[in-house]
Antibody, heavy 117, light 110 residues
């Protein structure tokens, strides 16, 4: 059974940093591209960025609102993807999901990030 | 990158069909047939319902179908059932390894 479990969310002040984790099981993690998708309270889904697999060079791409502030990395030995979020803004407040591959075929349950003073 | 445009809500009676549109620009859809649809029940994670415009993952009822014409993609739910009441989001590959989601549509079963 495919499982994705996000963790690391919490309350942080504007300008602060936070690192989220996405632990995966039930599939060949090293072959997967993994995206982060967020959902602000009561709002729609927003693609944040992704990290490709080894075959694609482990390269990353980001949405414009987070480019230069967020960094995605992965540790295939731990079946885990990370989202390092720096210079956080109030508008980054959201439930952050990780999801697999081009079609976002599997999703975790999300971890809540609240940016507030 | 602005969100793809979806109607805020659609509704139908049990057994009826409803269609949700998803409109963007030519750059949003980037000339690729990489449009997917997600169902999200309140408090739950999204679930993939349609990918590559019209393909259904294993386990998704064939009541759900997808299509695309020009810069508009559509999701049709035939034989509407109570459990179909949820929010639905489209998503498209937007080129340069980026993706854009739709604004979301609330489906109500009357």
């Amino acid at each position: 059974e495919v499982q994705l479990v996000e963790s690391g969310g919490g309350l942080v002040k504007p300008g602060g940093s936070l690192r989220l984790s996405c632990a995966a099981s039930g599939f060949t993690f090293s072959d997967a591209w993994v995206s982060w998708v967020r959902q602000a309270p009561g709002k729609g889904l927003e693609w944040v960025g992704h990290i490709k697999n080894k075959a694609a060079g482990w390269t990353t791409d980001y949405a414009a609102p987070v480019k230069g502030r967020f960094t995605i990395s992965r540790d295939d030995s731990k079946n885990t993807v990370y989202l390092q979020m720096n210079s956080l803004k109030t508008e980054d407040t959201a439930l952050y999901y990780c999801a697999t591959n081009h079609n976002f075929d599997y999703w975790g349950q999300g971890t809540l990030v609240t940016v507030s003073s | 990158q602005s969100a793809l445009t979806q109607p805020r809500s659609v509704s139908g009676s049990p057994g009826q069909s409803v269609t949700i549109s998803c409109t963007g620009t030519s750059s949003d859809f980037s000339g690729y047939n990489y449009v997917s649809w997600y169902q999200q029940h309140p408090g739950k994670a999204p679930k993939l319902m349609i990918y590559d415009v019209s393909k259904r993952p294993s386990g998704v009822p064939d009541r759900f179908s997808g299509s695309k014409s020009g810069n508009t993609a559509s999701l049709t739910i035939s034989g509407l059932q109570a459990e179909d009441e949820a929010d639905y989001y489209c998503c498209s590959y937007a080129g340069r390894y980026t993706y854009v989601f739709g604004s979301g549509t609330e489906v109500t079963v009357l």
